[in-house]
């Protein structure tokens, strides 16, 4: 039976006086005991997310467990095995495989016929470009690790999204998928020591010296950031020429200073789930200790940790938190780890009681949209539903005809499609939830939970 402890916010102070276990400290992590528990707890909580076989496996997650202070070695393995399985799936036939079936031996051709018919086609799916980074580090983390041909083949793999998801030139073009993925693809390959082809290098190089990371008319703090450690890696590893080299260190100087400049008053670059990724930034450039932009922001991460309620927030929390980056993963070895830690479950959501009412908007500026706003109704709700709640709750209610899609991401779900509207990533279009005052959401559509008698505008906009 799990155990349920408090909100982490509420009992931090508490925490204080909880036995902790003496781990070797970090030289960038949360200061202080009180501090450390409060992480480790938070640790445990993931580590009881990640046991629960109804939820997906996510490679971020993995990363997370294995970036920790201490582990749990039966779970994070029996965690590993499950990502297996759902890659061994996908990428389990070689690359020239599975581009030219009809070229490559036969040993079933009704397995080959299913497996097109499923979706693995390269030719018919979008690359998978940040999953697959993702994965990729989950393997270099991996105590013991995998053997090297499996190893070699997602490399491969990888090296050949790096470019079919790209559209366009180097200076005006840009990524199918987007730019925070196509520098995870970039970072996986670095911490694996595998060269990456210059150009690919360049175009981010580009879009970082043309601020071309902004989303929806804001900052990317969390692209810029990725894109940095791509950088960072790139040229402690030596995987480049000394004249591209000094560009990158140039760039990435570049990013540190804006996170600094645009650190807010509340210490978060960004907001709180986009500051743990600059915090990485730091963490690899070896200035943890030396910014005080990041002594604030860890503070600001500590009072806010009730923030993180989901696998893949706590995940993008924790190694920041244990004063790691991904950067790390390049260095790490496999040897004695304390095997000390215990899954704990989550809080329930709190049964609010009674009902709500929220406006609810839907806007599109597009040509082939037939007005600017299509949908604006009341929409009742129990008091305690999330975001993704009150939309179910619309698309049942009458007459108005309200339908949605989400799309299963490592972050959650995903508004993919509106009124029939699709949100289309080579047109760079995406569904931006907004609050009445045009502020942007800082939560995905089921961790937000609005207000009685607040608006929320869905609107179909560009990145």
């Known amino acids: 039976m799990l155990w349920h402890p408090p909100s982490l916010s509420s009992m931090w102070l508490l925490l204080f006086l909880l036995q902790a276990a003496v781990l070797p400290a970090q030289l960038c992590e949360a200061p202080g005991e009180a501090a450390a528990v409060a992480v480790r707890v938070l640790s445990a909580r993931l580590l009881g997310l990640a046991a629960d076989p109804a939820r997906d496996p996510d490679p971020s997650v993995y990363l997370a467990l294995r970036l920790g202070a201490d582990h749990n070695r039966r779970e994070e393995e029996q965690y590993l095995a499950r990502l297996?399985?759902?890659?061994?799936?996908?990428?389990?036939?070689?690359?020239?495989?599975?581009?030219?079936?009809?070229?490559?031996?036969?040993?079933?051709?009704?397995?080959?016929?299913?497996?097109?018919?499923?979706?693995?086609?390269?030719?018919?799916?979008?690359?998978?470009?940040?999953?697959?980074?993702?994965?990729?580090?989950?393997?270099?983390?991996?105590?013991?690790?995998?053997?090297?041909?499996?190893?070699?083949?997602?490399?491969?793999?990888?090296?050949?999204?790096?470019?079919?998801?790209?559209?366009?030139?180097?200076?005006?073009?840009?990524?199918?998928?987007?730019?925070?993925?196509?520098?995870?693809?970039?970072?996986?390959?670095?911490?694996?020591?595998?060269?990456?082809?210059?150009?690919?290098?360049?175009?981010?190089?580009?879009?970082?010296?043309?601020?071309?990371?902004?989303?929806?008319?804001?900052?990317?703090?969390?692209?810029?950031a990725v894109v940095a450690l791509a950088f960072t890696c790139l040229e402690r590893e030596r995987l480049v020429g000394a004249g591209l080299t000094a560009e990158l260190r140039t760039a990435t100087r570049r990013v540190r200073r804006r996170m600094v400049e645009a650190q807010g008053q509340d210490g978060f670059f960004g907001n709180v789930y986009s500051t743990p990724w600059a915090m990485q930034v730091f963490i690899a450039?070896?200035?943890?200790?030396?910014?005080?932009?990041?002594?604030?922001?860890?503070?600001?991460?500590?009072?806010?940790?009730?923030?993180?309620?989901?696998?893949?927030?706590?995940?993008?929390?924790?190694?920041?938190?244990?004063?790691?980056?991904?950067?790390?993963?390049?260095?790490?070895?496999?040897?004695?780890?304390?095997?000390?830690?215990?899954?704990?479950?989550?809080?329930?959501?709190?049964v609010v009681p009674g009902d709500k009412v929220v406006r609810l908007v839907v806007e599109c500026q597009e040509l082939r949209c037939p007005q600017h706003r299509l949908y604006d109704q009341l929409v009742p709700a129990p008091a305690g539903a999330s975001l993704l709640d009150v939309l179910k709750v619309a698309a049942v209610q009458g007459p108005h005809n309200f339908t949605f899609d989400t799309q299963d991401t490592p972050q959650g779900p995903f508004l993919s499609r509106v009124l029939g509207l699709e949100a289309r990533q080579q047109d760079r279009s995406y569904w931006q939830l907004l609050t009445a005052l045009s502020t942007s959401l800082q939560m995905g559509v089921a961790d937000y939970r609005p207000q009685d008698r607040e608006t929320l505008i869905l609107r179909l906009s560009h990145w």
């Open 84 to 224: 297996r399985d759902v890659f061994q799936r996908r990428y389990g036939r070689s690359l020239q495989t599975a581009i030219y079936p009809h070229n490559a031996p036969h040993g079933h051709p009704q397995q080959d016929a299913a497996a097109t018919e499923h979706g693995t086609s390269v030719e018919a799916e979008q690359p998978e470009t940040g999953r697959l980074a993702l994965y990729l580090l989950g393997l270099r983390a991996a105590c013991p690790p995998p053997e090297h041909g499996l190893q070699r083949t997602l490399v491969t793999w990888l090296k050949f999204y790096l470019e079919e998801d790209w559209a366009g030139p180097r200076r005006h073009g840009h990524p199918l998928t987007s730019y925070y993925q196509y520098g995870l693809g970039v970072l996986a390959l670095c911490v694996h020591h595998k060269r990456v082809r210059e150009e690919v290098i360049r175009r981010l190089l580009v879009a970082e010296q043309h601020s071309k990371f902004g989303h929806g008319g804001g900052s990317a703090v969390d692209t810029e």
């Open 285 to 350: 450039s070896k200035m943890c200790r030396t910014q005080p932009a990041y002594g604030r922001a860890m503070a600001a991460l500590l009072g806010d940790l009730d923030a993180f309620t989901t696998g893949a927030t706590m995940a993008q929390a924790l190694p920041a938190l244990h004063g790691r980056s991904y950067l790390d993963i390049a260095s790490m070895q496999c040897q004695e780890e304390p095997d000390t830690l215990v899954s704990v479950g989550l809080d329930p959501p709190p």
